[in-house]
């Protein structure tokens, strides 16, 4: 396992890669733009520690069904693009978590019932 | 969920039956990327993204949240000269696409103008970040 490790960094560093990444082909843009879609689920797990006020329903909800779609559209087009299938269930499961917080937070915290004063001649004292 | 999925399969099938062929050439019902197929309602959902950061306009500006609205942006922009690019050139992708970069920029200049001016406690610094 380890040594796989290595051998892969070992090919991130090599010179084909060097000179891949520095060079100017067409089809680069292609090969990059298959990860463009990443920064959505990334965003959402960063947002998994932060206030759920911050949370927006709409765009959750929105974004849990456009998920849904591009799932079914990554397998059905030719050829199969599994990378985007990924993308899209990583996204879906923290769009659900997301909006899991969201509803526990406005709906499943009691929020604190009106305080009514009670008039001081009614209380009985011990 | 299994209902929504049996309602759009109902009604293709009355859509197959009812449209004449001259409305169904009209429509393009049995073009591969048509309405019968995913080809074509995925693209369309990504305006539904559109639509709701349309609708986060109303929220106030420390509600946003940051991260998403920046992966919002660079998706929208790149995705935009990605589908000017490919062959055939996709205008619909194009245009969800340039949405979603203005939308997301807008909300990213509403958070950022919000934090450039009520940047003040310590405490408030602590939970913007």
């Given at each position: 396992m380890a040594s796989l490790l290595a051998r892969g960094l070992s090919q991130l560093k090599s010179k084909e890669m060097r000179d891949y990444l520095t060079s100017t082909v067409s089809n680069k843009i292609f090969d990059l733009l298959?990860?463009?879609?990443w920064g959505l689920p990334l965003a959402a797990l960063a947002d998994l520690?932060?206030?759920?006020?911050?949370?927006s329903p709409k765009m959750t909800v929105a974004l849990c069904f456009y998920s849904m779609l591009f799932m079914r559209f990554a397998l059905q087009v030719?050829?199969?693009n599994r990378l985007l299938f990924a993308c899209h269930f990583a996204n879906e499961c923290a769009q659900l978590m997301q909006l899991a917080r969201f509803l526990n937070h406005k709906y499943g915290t009691p929020k604190p019932m009106k305080q009514y004063q009670v008039p001081s001649d009614l209380v009985q004292s011990k | 969920m299994f209902i929504l999925s049996d309602l759009y399969r109902v009604s293709i099938g009355v859509g197959n039956r009812v449209l004449t062929p001259r409305m169904k050439q009209i429509v393009k019902w049995?073009?591969?990327?048509?309405?019968?197929?995913i080809h074509f309602w995925a693209p369309l959902m990504k305006w539904s993204l559109v639509g709701a950061g349309f609708g986060d306009?109303?929220?106030?500006?420390?509600?946003?949240?940051l991260n998403q609205s920046i992966s919002l942006f660079a998706t929208g922009a790149t995705w935009s000269r990605y589908s000017m690019v490919i062959?055939?050139?996709?205008y619909m992708l194009f245009a969800v696409n340039i949405f979603l970069a203005f939308v997301g920029g807008q909300q990213v200049a509403r958070i950022a103008h919000y934090r450039y001016t009520h940047l003040e406690t310590p405490n408030e610094k602590e939970k913007q970040i």
């Amino acid at each position: 396992m380890a040594s796989l490790l290595a051998r892969g960094l070992s090919q991130l560093k090599s010179k084909e890669m060097r000179d891949y990444l520095t060079s100017t082909v067409s089809n680069k843009i292609f090969d990059l733009l298959k990860f463009a879609n990443w920064g959505l689920p990334l965003a959402a797990l960063a947002d998994l520690k932060k206030d759920p006020e911050i949370i927006s329903p709409k765009m959750t909800v929105a974004l849990c069904f456009y998920s849904m779609l591009f799932m079914r559209f990554a397998l059905q087009v030719k050829p199969k693009n599994r990378l985007l299938f990924a993308c899209h269930f990583a996204n879906e499961c923290a769009q659900l978590m997301q909006l899991a917080r969201f509803l526990n937070h406005k709906y499943g915290t009691p929020k604190p019932m009106k305080q009514y004063q009670v008039p001081s001649d009614l209380v009985q004292s011990k | 969920m299994f209902i929504l999925s049996d309602l759009y399969r109902v009604s293709i099938g009355v859509g197959n039956r009812v449209l004449t062929p001259r409305m169904k050439q009209i429509v393009k019902w049995d073009h591969p990327a048509g309405m019968k197929y995913i080809h074509f309602w995925a693209p369309l959902m990504k305006w539904s993204l559109v639509g709701a950061g349309f609708g986060d306009m109303l929220r106030p500006a420390n509600k946003l949240s940051l991260n998403q609205s920046i992966s919002l942006f660079a998706t929208g922009a790149t995705w935009s000269r990605y589908s000017m690019v490919i062959v055939p050139k996709n205008y619909m992708l194009f245009a969800v696409n340039i949405f979603l970069a203005f939308v997301g920029g807008q909300q990213v200049a509403r958070i950022a103008h919000y934090r450039y001016t009520h940047l003040e406690t310590p405490n408030e610094k602590e939970k913007q970040i």
